[in-house]
Structures are given as structure tokens and as C-alpha cells.
């Protein structure tokens, strides 16, 4: 066993609920071992108020959330980070920066349910749903071996947790 903590990077575009509730579910579940973060390309500014209820419901530590640029962790002061997923189709199509560190990266895609414009019930439903399967994709992460497997065997797992469970769907009823 190691005592390292792993640094991890969860990017979308807007970062105001994909990656935000990824950084809050690993800084939850994580323990020691694991310490998140999130950023946006093209950051909205806000934490979507639909995450921020939802956080706080499921008794997570919303209080240092924040909407954030990825050019925050480019610095020579940033945080070196071990892994870097994207969260959004998007994002992932972005040149990103170079992150410090050189971490393996890999694209866990999730619709946006903050791109849904429908009655509160129905939002708040796609929210969850998002949340748990973020959750669920975290949970087989962090129960990975990570000190254990090699670097090819490691990329491949990260990258099939990208596809743990299909993404909710907005259009669904």
C-alpha cells in the first residue's frame, strides 16, 4: 500500500456541473488517497444552483466549489495531477494545455444536465442521474490497484471506465 495521494483534474466546458459534482464526489469518497479538482475551457462562472442543491442534499462540501478556467492549473504553482478526465464530449475535442506532472488522461463522457430546460422535477432527476453515474464510474476508480498495475494496464482501465454505464439521457422521459 502507498500513502501517495493521487491529484485528479476533471474538466468540462462550462464547469458548473459535470466536473463540479466530480471534484465533490472524489474529495468525498476518495479519503486521503484522492484529492479532485475541476475546471472549465470556457467557464460559465457559477456552480449551477440544480448541482449546488443537489451536493449539498447528498451532504457533500460545497463551500470551496467554484466555477473555474483550466489555465488556473497551468501555472508553475498549480497542483501536479496524476490523472486528467474530461467529462464532456467537448471539452475532450479542445486542444487542452499541458498540465504539470505529464497524468495519464482519459474522457469519462456525461450528457450536460445543465443544458436541459425543462420543469424542476425533470431537471432534478437528469442532476442525480448524472451524479450517480459519475459516482458510480469515481467508486471502480478509487477501488483500483493503482500502485499495483503497470501503465499500459492502468490506461486501459481508466479508459473503460469511460464507458461504466451509458449516460443519462435528456431526451428520455
Same mark, same amino acid.
Given at each position: 500500500?502507498?500513502?501517495? #495521494?493521487?491529484? &485528479?483534474?476533471?474538466?468540462?466546458?462550462?464547469?458548473?456541473?459535470?466536473? *463540479?459534482?466530480?471534484?465533490?464526489?472524489?474529495?468525498?469518497?476518495?479519503? =486521503?488517497? !484522492?484529492?479532485?479538482?475541476?475546471?472549465?475551457?470556457?467557464?460559465?462562472?457559477?456552480?449551477? @444552483?440544480?448541482?449546488?442543491?443537489?451536493?449539498?442534499?447528498?451532504? /457533500?462540501?460545497?463551500? +470551496?466549489?467554484?466555477?473555474?478556467?483550466?489555465? +488556473?492549473?497551468?501555472?508553475?504553482?498549480?497542483?501536479?495531477?496524476? !490523472?486528467?478526465? #474530461?467529462?464532456?464530449?467537448?471539452?475532450?475535442?479542445?486542444?487542452? @494545455?499541458?498540465?504539470?506532472?505529464?497524468?495519464?488522461?482519459? /474522457?469519462?463522457?456525461?450528457?450536460?444536465?445543465?443544458?436541459?430546460?425543462?420543469?424542476?422535477?425533470?431537471?432534478?432527476?437528469? !442532476?442525480?442521474?448524472?451524479?450517480?453515474?459519475?459516482? =458510480?464510474?469515481? +467508486?471502480? !476508480?478509487?477501488?483500483?490497484?493503482? /500502485?499495483?498495475?503497470?501503465? *499500459?494496464?492502468?490506461?486501459? =482501465? &481508466?479508459? +473503460?471506465?469511460?464507458? #461504466?454505464?451509458?449516460? @443519462?439521457?435528456?431526451?428520455?422521459?
Amino acid at each position: 500500500m502507498t500513502d501517495k #495521494t493521487y491529484r &485528479v483534474l476533471f474538466i468540462c466546458t462550462g464547469n458548473s456541473a459535470r466536473s *463540479i459534482m466530480a471534484e465533490a464526489i472524489l474529495n468525498q469518497i476518495g479519503g =486521503r488517497r !484522492f484529492r479532485g479538482y475541476s475546471a472549465g475551457s470556457h467557464p460559465v462562472g457559477y456552480v449551477h @444552483p440544480a448541482a449546488l442543491q443537489l451536493l449539498n442534499s447528498l451532504n /457533500h462540501d460545497t463551500g +470551496e466549489l467554484r466555477s473555474k478556467d483550466w489555465r +488556473e492549473f497551468t501555472t508553475e504553482d498549480a497542483p501536479s495531477f496524476d !490523472f486528467v478526465f #474530461t467529462v464532456c464530449d467537448k471539452a475532450a475535442g479542445e486542444p487542452c @494545455p499541458v498540465w504539470p506532472g505529464q497524468p495519464m488522461r482519459a /474522457h469519462w463522457g456525461v450528457e450536460d444536465p445543465a443544458m436541459l430546460y425543462a420543469d424542476d422535477e425533470r431537471v432534478q432527476k437528469l !442532476f442525480f442521474d448524472t451524479y450517480l453515474l459519475l459516482k =458510480r464510474r469515481i +467508486e471502480l !476508480f478509487c477501488n483500483l490497484p493503482l /500502485h499495483k498495475l503497470d501503465a *499500459i494496464t492502468l490506461k486501459n =482501465r &481508466v479508459d +473503460e471506465l469511460g464507458a #461504466t454505464q451509458s449516460s @443519462p439521457d435528456i431526451n428520455s422521459n
